[in-house]
């Protein structure tokens, strides 16, 4: 009895058509990182990242084929990057409500930038 395999083989075309796709997002992103959109580079650049890590997993590593484990896995690498994304971004933007210190811009005495001290006269003898 022969044993009746179940993996899909991918015609060539879905590899061409991808490597395409992907040349084609990486233009654009060079496209974007040439124009000044203020805060949303980071988003454009991070929107197209993530639309190529997608076609890389979908179709390279065959997610749409795998079992739903596997694709549960994938999944979940996914949405702890994305809260750990956002909390850096909320982390980020909070800090501008921080106040600079006090001596901001000024060095510490013992650190290694600090002037040389100043000579102190010897005491006079009387």
Not at 9 to 31: N, R, S
Not at 32 to 50: K, R, Y
Request: charged share 5%; glycine share 6%.
């Amino acid at each position: 009895m022969a044993h009746q395999s179940t993996h899909h083989i991918p015609p060539v075309g879905h590899y061409v058509g991808v490597f395409l796709a992907l040349m084609v997002f990486t233009v654009l992103t060079v496209v974007v990182a040439a124009f000044d959109l203020g805060a949303l580079n980071t988003v454009v650049a991070l929107l197209v990242a993530g639309a190529k890590a997608f076609m890389v997993m979908y179709i390279f590593m065959e997610l749409r084929h795998a079992p739903p484990l596997t694709r549960l896995s994938a999944m979940s690498g996914i949405v702890f990057l994305a809260i750990m994304l956002i909390m850096i971004g909320q982390d980020y933007a909070a800090r501008h409500y921080m106040p600079y210190p006090t001596n901001w811009g000024k060095t510490l005495p013992n650190s290694p930038d600090a002037p040389p001290p100043a000579a102190t006269p010897p005491p006079a003898h009387h």
